[in-house]
């Protein structure tokens, strides 16, 4: 007996030492592959775009690449729809999703390195209303008819301060942006960088209320109980900013118009 109960306890040592070194996190992961993959859904202008060569390009696509390039893999894009973007992450289809607002109802799927940009949320109006909307408040009422891309922090936005307007939801953010600049819709909500952007590409059809009537802050996501992912994360997003590589990327895609003619 004593010799029976002598090898269950040694088997038991020896399965909680090699757990935890048999459980291979994803930067062990990548590096093995030699592929480094991020989730991203395309259109979400200017941080994830397809050119007209049929390139992703953009603010976040650069970032990306340059993490690649900081552990010498391979830059592997997978352009996901929004709407099921999380389970492609939870199910190893990525290793990384790109440009997620961090909303503590997220948080209970994925884990979010720290914040690299603040993008809350603005409204696009109709001209029509220019002299009689300025504030998100006054379209708080049944009269008005509201757009968002489904799933996203324009819709939950919507859904906190805005719950007296009449909701539109569409799959993409080009699309529900485009109905108000139709005259189909009154009013678009989504990020102020997406907004900005999208207003100076369509002068004249739509008008920015730019002041954010909410705090976005956006983080990279990642599965969750990876504590030396998330460290490289951190590190890597701390590095950039010291060395002057964010700053370049962020005036390439936010303060340069030059790359708009690439994707019109």
Same mark, same amino acid.
């Given at each position: 007996?004593?010799?029976?109960?002598?090898?269950?306890?040694?088997?038991?040592?020896?399965?909680?030492?090699?757990?935890?070194?048999?459980?291979? $996190?994803?930067?062990?992961?990548? !590096?093995r592959? @030699?592929?480094? =993959? /991020?989730?991203?859904?395309?259109?979400? *202008?200017?941080?994830?775009?397809?050119?007209?060569?049929? %390139?992703?390009?953009?603010?976040?696509?650069?970032?990306?690449k340059?993490?690649?390039?900081?552990? %010498?893999?391979?830059? *592997?894009?997978?352009?996901?729809?929004?709407? $099921?973007?999380?389970?492609?992450?939870?199910?190893?289809?990525?290793?990384?999703?790109?440009?997620?607002?961090?909303?503590?109802?997220?948080n209970?799927?994925?884990n /979010?390195?720290n914040?690299?940009?603040?993008? @809350?949320?603005?409204?696009?109006?109709?001209?029509?209303?220019? &002299?009689?909307?300025?504030?998100?408040? !006054?379209? %708080?009422?049944?009269?008005?008819?509201?757009?968002?891309?489904?799933?996203?922090?324009?819709?939950?936005?919507?859904?906190?301060?805005?719950?007296?307007?009449?909701?539109?939801? /569409?799959?993409?953010?080009?699309?529900?942006?485009?109905?108000?600049?139709?005259?189909?819709?009154?009013?678009?909500?989504?990020?102020?960088?997406?907004?900005?952007?999208?207003?100076?590409?369509?002068?004249?059809?739509l008008?920015?209320?730019?002041?954010?009537?909410?705090?976005?802050?956006? $983080?990279?996501?990642? =599965?969750?109980?990876?504590?030396?992912?998330?460290?490289?994360?951190?590190?890597?997003?701390?590095?950039?900013?010291?060395? $002057?590589?964010?700053?370049?990327?962020? @005036?390439?895609? /936010?303060?340069? &118009?030059?790359?708009?003619?690439?994707?019109q």
């Open positions: 007996m004593k010799k029976y109960l002598s090898l269950i306890l040694l088997g038991s040592s020896l399965s909680l030492l090699a757990g935890p070194a048999s459980a291979q $996190g994803t930067l062990e992961q990548i !590096q592959s @030699g592929e480094f =993959r /991020f989730c991203f859904e395309s259109g979400y *202008v200017p941080f994830e775009m397809t050119d007209k060569k049929g %390139n992703f390009i953009g603010f976040d696509i650069d970032i990306a340059a993490m690649a390039k900081s552990i %010498n893999t391979k830059f *592997v894009p997978v352009n996901t729809g929004w709407d $099921g973007i999380i389970p492609a992450l939870q199910t190893n289809k990525c290793d990384l999703i790109l440009g997620m607002s961090i909303t503590p109802e997220r209970l799927s994925v /979010f390195a914040p690299y940009l603040d993008a @809350g949320q603005t409204v696009l109006i109709h001209p029509k209303l220019a &002299d009689t909307i300025h504030s998100y408040r !006054q379209l %708080n009422d049944a009269a008005y008819t509201v757009t968002a891309q489904l799933g996203t922090t324009g819709e939950f936005a919507i859904k906190r301060y805005l719950s007296q307007a009449n909701a539109r939801l /569409f799959e993409s953010s080009a699309d529900a942006a485009q109905e108000v600049a139709n005259g189909r819709a009154d009013a678009f909500v989504y990020d102020i960088s997406y907004n900005s952007v999208y207003a100076a590409q369509n002068p004249g059809r008008v920015h209320l730019s002041e954010a009537f909410t705090y976005g802050p956006m $983080g990279w996501a990642v =599965r969750q109980g990876d504590a030396d992912y998330l460290n490289f994360l951190n590190n890597f997003l701390r590095q950039i900013k010291g060395d $002057g590589t964010y700053d370049r990327i962020y @005036g390439k895609w /936010f303060e340069s &118009d030059a790359w708009v003619s690439r994707v």
